[in-house]
């Protein structure tokens, strides 16, 4: 082709025909702009093809990791609110003196409530390998990116709390030493944490009831823990909250970008 064009040009040159030659040359040119365009506007389609591509399948992995954090937030609601409601029995038995309950009632209580810790654990691997590749541009709808940095801001702002409730159940487990094994004996057998068919005289059980009783100090751990539990369910369903939208969001963009 290149060297079509330059036999024609020749040609002109050699009979002396400049008017037609520059009709020429500016044609050429033309045509070889129009060549470079419609090369760049195929490059710029390629482009977008290959970023709406890339953004569709970050989509999807961040749905997967959604669902599977989803899963996990509500198995954690479930527990914690379980924590909140025995925590808040303990509190009541402890300030109303209350031997009537059973030892096993207690025990529960203790292990289910005072002594027990949840957290969430998402799933981020598709967000974090975003952020680590600096290819956050990918996504182009302006309220997920911003409420997936919320999320993402939420999730850290979280973990001061669950270093906070560990503490706090540690020091718990440590007053309780004394009582908890005797009043939850039942629980840790449940818990397969003991394998033992022992079973303490009513004396004893008696004798660990009224020490749970009169451990002011233990009563006023678990104060701090159950307002710090309480706090903490709140977190867990806003967060909740949040992987509901991100999912209700996921699933337009995808649906739209399937009808394009």
């Known amino acids: 082709m290149i060297s079509l064009f330059r036999k024609i040009r020749q040609k002109l040159l050699s009979q002396n025909k400049v008017t037609r030659y520059l009709v020429y040359a500016l044609g050429e040119i033309l045509l070889v702009t129009i060549g470079i365009l419609i090369a760049l506007q195929i490059n710029t389609w390629n482009s977008e093809r290959q970023e709406n591509q890339e953004e569709i399948e970050t989509l999807k992995a961040l749905r997967v990791d959604f669902l599977q954090s989803k899963d996990n937030v509500e198995r954690t609601i479930f527990n914690q609110s379980r924590v909140v ?38 799933t981020n691997g598709t ?9 956050t541009s990918l996504l182009k709808n302006s309220q997920f990116n911003r409420l997936l940095a919320e999320y993402a801001a939420q999730l850290k702002f979280g973990f001061e709390d669950e270093d906070e409730s560990i503490d706090l159940t540690t020091i718990l487990v ?66 909740l909250s949040k992987l509901n939208v991100l999912l209700e969001l996921i699933d337009q963009e995808l649906d739209l970008k399937d009808k394009s």
Do not use: C
Request: net charge negative; proline share 4%.
């Open 85 to 122: 409601n025995f925590n808040s029995k303990l509190l009541k038995a402890l300030i109303e003196e209350d031997i009537s309950l059973h030892p096993d009632t207690l025990g529960m209580y203790i292990y289910r409530g005072a002594l027990s810790y949840w957290k969430v654990e998402p």
């Open 127 to 135: 967000y974090d390998a975003l952020i680590s590749s600096g290819k």
């Open 174 to 239: 440590e007053k309780g030493a004394v009582f908890s094994p005797i009043l939850g004996n039942e629980m840790l057998k449940e818990f397969q944490l003991i394998d033992t068919e022992k079973s303490y005289p009513a004396s004893e059980l008696n004798q660990a009831k009224s020490k749970l009783m009169e451990d002011e100090s233990f009563q006023g751990v678990l104060v701090k823990k159950a307002i710090l539990e309480i706090n903490r369910l709140d977190y867990h369903q806003s967060i």
